[in-house]
């Protein structure tokens, strides 16, 4: 059986990519301040706990990677598993997959994807095509390190609010995002969401970063991701601009953020990830 790939809810690859490849994601937490707690994926999450102001998220626990892990390696037959998490910057999610795969007797590889959302998407999608193309473990984890290090993420959210109160803005970006009228556009940076531009408004924000992003993706074909937290219009606008600007794009696909990173970008947060060197998505 080729090498099993594994990853966390913070993927969200859709049931049509996770079930004909046979993915694991491994679910985040979200817990309400009266202590209701859900997992991502599979639990029924209200759509308003992305607004709530007590809700408060962790990464995938220890107990729940450690049994994914143990059931992908009893499913590769002896080929391996390799598994791709959300920056350890972001989460303690990679530091509790080290210690799942320490328990598993070598048999899983850990990659820190340095991204979250649809860009970690991507780069487990790369892991899995490498798998499934006959890759040994270690070249399936050389080529998800390879991915992790091309891929290109941005997102422009409608309030900095919900990224303060959860810590997961570098500094700088605070100070520069303080005033409310901002419209910020943030990216991945050394596996921290970061500042890249500021702008008056959300449409001069977009504009701005698709420009961004047809200048990275350089004429290269590229497979595209659109990612909003409860904003499917606007996504759906999004992609279809995209596609017009980009030159060569292989394949595309939308996601909803989810309740985990929807509590830390806020409604309406709009984003685009570019994964190169990746065949077509089926």
Known sequence: MPVVIVTDSSSRLPAS?????????????????????YLEGRDDVPPDVVAASGATTSGASLADLRRAYEEAVARSDGDGVVAVHMSRRLSGTWSAARLAADA??????VVDSRSVGVSLGLTTMAAVQAAEAGATRDEVYETAVRAAATAESMLCVQ???NLRHSGRLSLTGRLLGSALSIKPILH?????LALRERHRTMTKAIAKMVDAAVELADGEPVTLGVQHCQNPDLASELLDTMLER??????????????VLGTHVGP??????????LNPLD
């Open 246 to 259: 980009v030159d060569d794009v292989t394949s595309s696909l939308i996601v909803d953020l989810g309740p």
């Open 188 to 192: 991945m940076s050394d596996g921290l």
């Open 104 to 109: 598993v007797d070598g048999e899983v590889r």
């Open 159 to 161: 309030s900095l609010d």
């Open 17 to 37: 990519l996770t079930d004909v490849h046979t993915i694991t994601q491994v679910p985040l937490h979200v817990t309400l301040d009266d202590g209701t707690e």
């Open 268 to 277: 309406g947060a709009v984003g685009v990830a570019l994964g190169f060197g």
